[in-house]
Structures are given as C-alpha cells and as structure tokens.
C-alpha cells in the first residue's frame, strides 16, 4: 500500500510542481513591477521634495546657519516618503544626518555631477543633488543633500495590490489542488488499493487461490498488470514440480558424498597427526623469535626518530623566537608612525577646509575687481558699481580673516604634536595647554560620531618630560576608545583627569563603552590582542601603552572594566615638576 501512495503522490507533487512553478514566476514578475513602478514613483517625490526647499537649504548652507540647516532636514524627515537625509557642505563634510542612510562617498560622484538618482542598495534608494547659491550674480556650489526612501516604505505603498495578487494564486492553486487530488484518488489510487488487497492474499502452497481477478476495470494498463501476475503464478507452478525432483536427486547424491567423504577424512588424519604436531611447534618457536626481533627493530628506529626531532624542534624554536622579537619590534615601531600618519590625514582635511573657502573668496574678490577695473578704464564706473565692490570686499575680507586663522591655530597646535610624537627628546611642557593640543589633532577622527572628550587638568602643572612618549599614550589610549569601545552611532562619552601628588603625575581616563570581559582584561597588554580587527584594530596600542608607561617613564599603569560599564585606566608617571614660584 505503501509504495502505491507514494507512486500516486508522485505524480501528483510533479504536475502541481510545474504547475506552481508557473505560478510562482508569474506572481513574482506581477510583484516586481508594482515594486518598480512605485519605488519610481517615490523617486520622483524625493525629487519634487527637493526642488521645493533647495533655496532655502542654499541660503542657509551659505550663510553657515546650522541651526536652519537642522530645522529644514527635521521638517523633511517628518514626510512619509523620506526615510533618510545627509546634508553636506562644499567640503564633503557631513552636517545633518538623519535616519536611514548609505555613505555618500562611496558613490565616487565629481564635483562636476548636480544630481543623481541612487540605486537601492541594502534596502535604500534615494536622489542626490548639488546645492547652488546665487551670490553676486555668480553661481556657487556650497554643498549638496541626499534624499532616502527604503524598499519598506514601497512595499507599505504596494500591501494592497500584493494582497490581491497572492489572493488570487492561492485560490487557483487551491482549486486545482482538489481537483487534482480527487482524479488521482478515482483513477490510480482506487484501483491499486484493490490490486494490492488481492496480491496480499498470495498463498504458496495454493496458488490456485492466490490468482487476482480485477472487475469493472476499464484501464488497460491495470489488465496487463493481472495477466503478468496471473502468468506468474502459472510459472511458480512449474518450478515447484521441478524443485521437487531435483530435491530427490540431489538427496541421492549427498548420500554417496558422504560416505566417500567419511572414508577419506579417516586416513588424512591417521596419516597428519604425528606431522601436525611437530609443525605446530616449530611455528610456535620462529614466531615468539620473529617478534622479539620486530619489537627490537621498532625501538632503535623510534629512538632515532624522537632524537632527530628534537634537535630539529629546538633549532625552529630558537629561530622562531629570534624572528618573532625582530617582528615585534618592527611592528610597535611602525604603529607608532602610522598612528602619526592618521593624525596628518585628519589635519590636512581640517586644514583644507578653511583654506578653501578663503580661495573661494579671494576669487570671487578678484573677479569684482577686474569688472572694476574694465568699467574704469570705459569710464562706466558708477556709484553703485564702488558699492557693491566695497559690500563683496567686506565679506571677502572677513571670510579671509577668520579662516586662514582657523588654519593658523589648527597649524601650531599639530606642529608641535607631530615635532615630539618622532622625537624622544625630554622639555619643559605645560601639561594643560600640551593635552589640549593632542586632543586637538585627534579632533578629525570624532568627526561624524556622536562622541565628546573632555579634560580636567589645571593649567599650573609644568613638567620636564618626554613630551613625545606622553603623547603617543594619550593618542592610543584615545584612538583605541574609538575603535574598540562603540558600536555604529551610538552617544559616547570619554574623560581624561590629570592631576599631581608630590613627584608623581596621575592620569585617570575611561570611556563609557562595552567594556571588557575578565579573560579580555587578562590579555588587554599583550602584544596583537584586539577586539575589533575587522575595524583596523593592530593588537599593537594598549602594548605600546603599556611599555611607555612601564619602560619609558618607569610608571605604573591599571585597568578596571566590566561588560556594559565602560574601561577605565589609571596611570601614575613619576616625572620632574617645575614649580611655578622658581619660573
């Protein structure tokens, strides 16, 4: 009964399987253009969004009016359509970022592109457009804002029609699903269960009993199937009538055999007996001496083997230890120049920005003064021309003014920095106004995170020191807060308090993160142990850390952590103070 259920569900599951397949392509095509076509839709709102507050955004970017930036960008995000929004200045700084977003750079666009319509990517899709301000009759690109909508938002548009859809292939699936079922049971699965009722009442030794008879049948396939077993029985019949005589035959002859054999077996053992034994013991003997000799052999070539190894294995072991030294060395040294490099590459974008709009001024300045200087030389000047000079010269002048002071001040702090981080050079320091200033070049790496350093340390602690080795273990403390500490877009908080007690600095630092578990803590100042290595985490900051601590300041340093509580480090630095009353 078992095999002809499976055969009729056979059947079945293939023809409803071809038939869902169909189904299922279809439903899919009809569900991907509803998608399409309303993620197009949503598209076009984002840009009609768009062209709506575009003058507004423009004055506002131009006038460095974060405020109204952020007013626009919480207004937009309230709109349905719009599930993220990035707002970015001429720089390519992010000013206002908001809810669902992709990174902008990694769309490679030019300076030259004004807008774009973003492919969906990880469920988003969205419209990128350059932000223009008229100024002085000139055009001035002075940002651009990205607008994003998600693959949820379409389908909430789309529930509907999809409902409809699916409704409709699971009622006809359905359908044919029963119909399916009833002209299987009717045609195949009736008909065999009275073939197999029949088959079951098989008798061997009344075969004439056992024979199937199917009435009322119409298919011709279930007729054949009658007249081969029938045909069967009628085979069986004869072959019984055969065996039996060959049975008898075969009965006759295992007789003689036996006899035969009985003789026989009597005069081989008579004639082995005394042979066999003798044998028997000199096999004995040359095996007891075959394995002394074998278990000989093993131990001289086992001993052999264990000796070469050893001299191999501790020839690697010493090599090993000397190639890993030499690595270990190299790669402390070459954190310490990469974590300068960092500190560069997040300078020379804080730099460049200033400078960049102090370029932009001083052209459009001159482009003033050549129209100027043409309407002069035609006489053309008018009093209204000199104003308007005077008005552009004004706000040229104050854009030049505060931002090559910016660059002026972001300079001498990091010069100095950089100066003592490639130097092991001992001065005399203010260790409040020195902090600040490797806080200050750390600044780059805090931009577009939620993070905020802060320092408490009095103004009057003057040291004599190795100011570059302070630095690289504030810039590693720091940096290592950053990679490991914080998941994505999470609010964090590090403080760093120095204080003096007689001879000794102490320095207490902790961040809020995650935290670091009791075996975490066991290995936090072993050399390549990180948490985040998929993140650029080296293994290479707490170690250096703790050797400057250790080896170059001849300090202590402890930590105290928890999962969920943050880490938190305390260091003491004995070192020489300058009292303020002897300067």
Not at 157 to 180: E, P, Q
Not at 248 to 272: F, G, I, P, S, Y
Request: glycine residues 6%; negative net charge; contains cysteine.
């Amino acid at each position: 009964m078992s095999s002809t259920t499976n055969i009729s569900k056979s059947l079945l599951t293939n023809v409803l399987s071809v038939y869902f397949v169909l189904t299922l392509i279809v439903t899919c095509v009809q569900v991907m253009g509803e998608y399409f076509d309303t993620k197009s839709q949503l598209v076009q709102e984002l840009q009609n969004q768009q062209s709506t507050f575009s003058n507004s955004l423009a004055r506002s970017l131009w006038e460095y009016n974060n405020r109204q930036i952020e007013a626009i960008a919480e207004g937009l995000i309230n709109i349905p359509a719009i599930a993220g929004i990035v707002i970015r200045d001429e720089a390519g700084d992010t000013i206002v970022k908001l809810g669902l977003t992709e990174s902008i750079n990694a769309l490679n666009l030019t300076s030259d592109v004004e807008d774009f319509v973003i492919q969906e990517r990880n469920g988003l899709f969205g419209y990128y457009s350059s932000i223009i301000f008229e100024f002085a009759g000139d055009s001035n690109r002075v940002g651009d804002v990205t607008l994003f909508s998600t693959r949820d938002i379409a389908l909430d548009r789309i529930k509907f029609s999809l409902y409809f859809i699916f409704g409709n292939a699971i009622i006809k699936s359905t359908f044919l699903i029963v119909l399916f079922t009833l002209a299987f049971s009717r045609m195949l699965n009736r008909p065999m269960n009275i073939l197999t009722q029949q088959i079951r009442n098989f008798r061997l030794d009344d075969l004439e009993h056992s024979r199937i008879n199917l009435k009322n049948n119409r298919h011709t396939e279930f007729n054949m199937v009658e007249q081969a077993y029938n045909q069967l029985l009628d085979n069986l019949e004869d072959y019984q009538e055969d065996l039996k005589r060959t049975q008898q035959q075969l009965l006759h002859a295992n007789q003689q055999l036996d006899e035969q054999n009985a003789v026989l077996e009597q005069e081989v053992a008579r004639k082995t007996s005394s042979l066999s034994q003798v044998l028997t013991d000199l096999e004995r003997r040359k095996d007891e001496l075959e394995r002394r000799q074998g278990k000989l052999e093993r131990e001289i070539r086992q001993r052999k083997i264990i000796e070469d190894d050893l001299r191999e294995t501790n020839s690697q072991l010493q090599s090993s230890v000397t190639a890993f030294e030499r690595v270990q060395d190299q790669l402390i040294e070459a954190e310490k120049l990469a974590s300068l490099g960092r500190l560069v590459a997040g300078i020379t974008h804080d730099v460049n920005t200033p400078l960049g709009i102090g370029i932009t001024a001083t052209s459009l300045l001159r482009d003033k003064l050549d129209n100027m200087q043409q309407a002069l030389e035609n006489k053309q000047l008018t009093e209204a021309q000199m104003r308007e000079l005077l008005d552009a010269s004004l706000q040229s002048v104050e854009l030049l003014e505060s931002n090559l002071g910016r660059a002026s001040d972001l300079l001498d702090g990091f010069k100095q920095v950089a100066v003592d981080q490639t130097s092991d050079a001992v001065r005399e320091i203010n260790l409040q106004h020195y902090i600040q200033n490797v806080l200050q070049a750390l600044q780059p790496r805090f931009k577009n995170t939620n993070h905020k350093i802060s320092l408490d340390c009095p103004d009057t602690i003057i040291a004599r020191c190795n100011a570059g080795a302070l630095a690289q273990i504030i810039t590693n403390l720091v940096l290592n807060s950053l990679i490991h500490a914080f998941e994505d877009d999470q609010h964090g908080r590090l403080e760093l308090t120095v204080r003096r007690q007689g001879g000794v600095l102490h320095i207490d630092y902790k961040d809020d993160g995650k935290g670091l578990t009791e075996a975490q803590q066991e290995t936090l100042f072993d050399p390549f142990f990180t948490t985040r290595r998929e993140r650029g985490g080296s293994g290479l900051g707490t170690h250096i850390v703790h050797n400057l601590v250790e080896q170059t300041f001849n300090g202590t340093i402890t930590v105290q952590s928890a999962p969920g509580e943050g880490l938190s480090y305390h260091i003491e630095l004995p070192m020489q103070f300058i009292d303020s009353e002897s300067n």
